[in-house]
């Protein structure tokens, strides 16, 4: 069965420090794979996604994810957290196709401190 | 970029009665559209699939007669909750996509509050 795992539910940074988030999928072809943000009652706001070529992708923010099959992992990154950061992170996986659905994790909440 | 119009962005209604949701792609046209359900603290979890001129497809377990769903043009698809129940009190939120290889958009969602 097709599924994404998000293994944190909630990640608390202090400002300037590094970030990465889990993510690690499963699907029987050949994945597309993306990361969304969502702030609180907002819709969501697509930051990256891989659907070939390079398996580190840059996205916008200064968030960037490196695809690994091996490990069916597509794990988000940032090298120095904003307080503007704090919302909830979602990955996702589908087919890319114009008809095609996607299938989210559960979320990572990310917590900014000072 | 490709924009994605949700209305409302929330709405109150008392029980019984039902309620109407708009998804928009504003500059793109969409012969699918897809309708997410979000409980609070939780993902997204896919309701049903908009098909422009003909039915919805549901997933396992959504009731497609609550949830009428109706895709009439390329631009636009409607999610309306009938006889709302204060269980149905969520996140209602619509995505589309631009076409292949093109990543989903997503509305900004509309808060149904049903008491």
């Known amino acids: 069965a097709q599924s994404v795992t998000q293994p944190d539910i909630h990640i608390t940074v202090s400002e300037g420090a590094s970030l990465e988030l889990r993510c690690n999928y499963s699907?029987?072809?050949?994945?597309?794979l993306f990361w969304y943000v969502q702030s609180p009652g907002q819709g969501l706001q697509l930051l990256l996604k891989?659907?070939?070529?390079?398996?580190l992708v840059q996205g916008i923010k200064g968030f960037e994810a490196e695809f690994k099959r091996s490990q069916s992992s597509f794990n988000l990154r940032k090298p120095s957290v904003h307080w503007s950061d704090a919302a909830e992170y979602f990955c996702?996986?589908?087919?890319?196709?114009?008809?095609?659905?996607?299938?989210f994790g559960k979320g990572t909440t990310l917590s900014v401190s000072s | 970029g490709a924009v994605v119009s949700q209305h409302p962005s929330r709405v109150i209604c008392k029980s019984g009665t039902s309620v109407k949701i708009e998804c928009r792609s504003l500059?793109?046209?969409?012969?699918?559209m897809f309708w997410y359900r979000q409980f609070p603290k939780q993902s997204l979890m896919l309701m049903a699939t908009?098909?422009?001129?003909?039915?919805?497809?549901?997933e396992q377990g959504v009731e497609k007669d609550k949830f009428l769903i109706n895709h009439a043009s390329l631009t636009l698809s409607t999610l309306t909750v009938t006889s709302a129940h204060p269980e149905d009190s969520s996140f209602y939120i619509c995505?589309?996509?631009?076409?292949?290889?093109?990543?989903?958009?997503f509305g900004n969602g509309t808060r149904l509050t049903v008491t």
């Open positions: 908009s098909n422009e001129g003909s039915k919805a497809t549901y």
């Open positions: 699907y029987g072809a050949t994945p597309y």
């Open positions: 500059d793109f046209q969409a012969t699918t």
């Open positions: 891989y659907f070939s070529g390079d398996t």
């Open positions: 996702a996986v589908g087919a890319g196709q114009a008809g095609t659905a996607l299938i």
């Open positions: 995505s589309a996509s631009q076409g292949l290889d093109s990543p989903l958009h």
